[in-house]
């Protein structure tokens, strides 16, 4: 008899984290690694923040909060939407969980019942997958592909739907890509989703503000869906806040109180200090979080010339957060005449023991051509990177 149960077993291990934990793991023998597996900001979390946590402990907001946040938490966050968005909610459609990540398996658990479908445009983050497993629904994917710039079309999700779809999760700026959507292309998105009434959308942009084409667009902006649609956002990308642990959401007020419902048996309230930082976080300047994106946008631009002068490697500009997203399938079958690549995951691996360098295989996304990279580290990190990378794909021939 088997202690644990079918639905751990079968649940996927993190490739992100599972990828860190290597390079942790090589790091602890004495060894260099150059870590590009994470999606974490190299920088310090903006002091202002800091320093409205530190009056939060000494303000007394040590006690339990209430299950969907503080009310002018939320309030800040409403007037955030208003300001940043143009879009309008109010307090009770808004549920503050303990990061992003909750934040969705919330709505996957609240709104998917087994069987039901749920449309993923690949490459996709990791977790959706996984957390539409957990609630017994299915995986739709929509493949896109780099010559589309992993875009789906409005044609090509029209194609996918059928009874039994639910849900479309996907994130502008994309986790992995770096794609970002056009107001014009969300528009006809939004179309083919407004005329299938029990199809709703999880738009998770939780990197809104590493946008290096213009200005964000939301698919709740059009009126004629805004009812179906599950706005997801959070602190740990734009504001260096990963450790801090808050997402949040602006939806329809039934689906915001079923999540409340069931974050009230899984965690409750997220943390108190968390809290009031993130309403100096939301309602004080964003200048810290502007030059994050500048130094971002310029690592972006080293990469991609980093990148473009490796042999058989298919570049991709991203648009958005601090990926990119390498089409390395040229590489697949070939040797160093000890190690054979069968696969992008073979090559993901064949990266960590030569090069000393993290990735993630996109066959963890839903592409088996890509590779991730994350560039949210140092400058001198990623030109080492660079050159240790072009000198171990050299080796297969």
């Known amino acids: 008899m088997n202690v644990l149960s079918d639905r751990i077993i079968n649940l996927t291990e993190s490739a992100t984290l599972r990828m860190a934990a290597l390079a942790r793991e090589l790091q602890q023998k004495g060894v260099n690694v150059i870590n590009l597996s994470l999606g974490e900001p190299d920088f310090q979390t903006p002091q202002h923040i800091k320093d409205a946590a530190k009056k939060a402990i000494d303000d007394g907001y040590t006690f339990y909060t209430p299950v969907s946040g503080y009310l002018d938490l939320r309030q800040a966050i409403c007037a955030k939407f208003k300001r940043e968005n143009g879009l309008d909610y109010t307090p009770d459609q808004i549920v503050v969980s303990t990061g992003a990540k909750q934040s969705i398996i919330n709505v996957v658990l609240c709104m998917v019942n087994p069987g039901d479908e749920v449309i993923l445009p690949a490459p996709y983050w990791v977790s959706y997958a996984a957390m539409v497993e957990l609630a017994e629904g299915k995986v739709v994917e929509l ?32 986790n992995p890509t770096g794609m970002v959507y056009t107001k014009d292309e969300l528009h006809d998105i939004a179309k083919v989703i407004a005329a299938h009434p029990n199809l709703y959308i999880v738009s998770d942009e939780i990197y809104e503000h590493i946008n290096y ?123 160093d005449g000890t190690t054979t690549i069968k696969d992008i995951d073979d090559l993901s691996m064949y990266i960590l023991d030569k090069a000393y360098i993290s990735t993630v ?21 990623l030109i080492e990177a660079g050159k240790r990378l072009k000198e171990a794909l050299a080796q297969l021939k």
């Open 143 to 174: 493949p896109t592909g780099i010559e589309k710039n992993f875009k789906m079309t409005a044609q090509q999700l029209e194609a996918a739907i059928t009874p039994k779809s639910k849900l479309i999760i996907f994130s502008s700026p994309s």
């Open 213 to 335: 084409s213009g200005k964000h667009e939301s698919i709740a902006q059009f009126d004629f869906v805004k009812d179906r649609v599950i706005t997801v956002n959070g602190l740990s990308k734009g504001f260096a806040m990963t450790g801090w642990r808050l997402g949040y959401i602006g939806a329809p007020v039934a689906i915001a109180k079923a999540c409340d419902k069931m974050q009230g048996q899984f965690t409750s309230g997220t943390c108190s200090i968390t809290q009031r930082a993130a309403i100096a976080a939301l309602n004080e300047s964003l200048a810290p979080t502007i030059e994050m994106r500048e130094a971002f946008h310029r690592r972006r631009d080293l990469v991609l010339s980093l990148l473009a002068d490796i042999p058989g490697i298919k570049g991709y500009t991203p648009e958005g957060a601090f990926y990119v997203f390498s089409d390395m399938s040229s590489f697949i079958g070939k040797t």
């Open 361 to 381: 295989a996109g066959s963890q996304f839903g592409d088996d051509q890509c590779i991730r990279m994350s560039y949210a580290t140092s400058e001198d990190k």
